[in-house]
């Protein structure tokens, strides 16, 4: 069983910051450590795609060219829990954010097929 839960959207001006957490539950993340983590988003009209990954061992992070030193990602595995810190947000930031597992062999992709509901940020100019 997956249950994520994302929360910290909201709506803010361009130049911003917003924190995301992920909250990861079920019986599948009793093992939450050993799962690489991903924060995907999703704007209208596009595909969703990941912007930033966490390895399970909280190590080297990745991050998509267009929020590269702007976005930062961190987990937190006693609480099962991953974030994203977003600073200097621009307008193209606008999209609904989700979390979830990443496949080890490409971190382009999500682990699991569930997700949850997203939360909204929305950047205004």
């Not at 983590?37 to 704007?43: E, K, Y």
């Not at 912007?51 to 991050?63: F, K, R």
């Not at 979390?99 to 909204?120: E, H, I, V």
Request: glycine letters at 12%.
């Amino acid at each position: 069983q997956v249950q994520l839960v994302e929360s910290g959207g909201g709506s803010v001006q361009a130049g911003g910051s917003l924190r995301l957490s992920c909250a990861a539950s079920g019986s599948t993340f009793r093992s939450f450590g050993t799962y690489d983590m991903g924060w995907f988003r999703q704007a209208p009209g596009k595909e969703r795609a990941v912007v930033a990954s966490i390895p399970w061992s909280g190590g080297t992070t990745y991050y998509a060219e267009s929020v590269t030193g702007r976005f930062i990602i961190s987990r937190d595995n006693a609480k099962n829990t991953v974030y994203l810190q977003m600073n200097s947000l621009k307008p193209e930031d606008t999209a609904v954010y989700y979390c979830n597992a990443l496949r080890y062999s490409d971190y382009s992709k999500p682990l699991f097929n569930s997700w949850g509901q997203g939360t909204q940020v929305t950047v205004s100019s």
